[in-house]
């Protein structure tokens, strides 16, 4: 279903289909954009390898790079320019040092040294990461990650492209979860709010868990005869 499908079913469930309608399209499409993000949140989001998202810009002689702000979980990062794949280090990782300088430990993610990049730092800057080494040459680098959807949803017939179709109809759960929320004498309805939160954040945990196992091949036991 597309953007308007989906409006048009969330009225259709709450009977709000008569003019004048309790909640306006403008708002529809916020909670639609809002469900369309927390079901990726709620399912570990989207993996991803090949969109602009991950790609990340390495400049000559400088350390810092930017990340695209859907990224949720880095999970392998190599060199354009030569295929190798580089190591992934938290901020917060204290066990990894540089060799020792004048008889004391250098913190890795103080080291100046220019050279080929071998270590994306992550966790320091939402947005914002830390090559070491500092890069002699202009290069890009090539991640696998989860992330949130790249473009949201607005407006009338927006196709949902980060989440199967097979999902859509779930949306209108947590769509109704916050409708119900509006401070209105007639839509505010705290029971129908929660109980349709509930069923959203149970959908997503099922789905979750499908992912889960999805990810992990079949395993073939052999038997021996008797």
Known sequence: MNSTEIKDHFRLEVSDTELPQLWSD???????????????????????????ACEVAVSEGESRVDLHPSILRIMQASRR?????????NATDTSRMSPSDYGRLKPLLMDPSVGEVKVLVIGMQRNVGRVIHVPLADDTLDL??????????????QELVDVEPMHHFHLIKWMKALAYRKQDAETFDPTAASDNEALFRLYCTEVKSENER???KTRVVAYGGV
């Open 144 to 157: 696998v990650i989860y992330r949130l959807p790249l473009t949201p949803i607005t407006g009338e017939g």
């Open 214 to 216: 999805y990810k992990h």
């Open 81 to 89: 320019s030569d295929g190798r794949e580089i190591d992934i280090l």
């Open 26 to 52: 403008e708002e529809l499409f916020v909670w639609l954009n809002d469900a369309y993000s927390m079901f990726v949140r709620f399912t570990g989001g989207i993996p991803d390898f090949t969109s602009e």
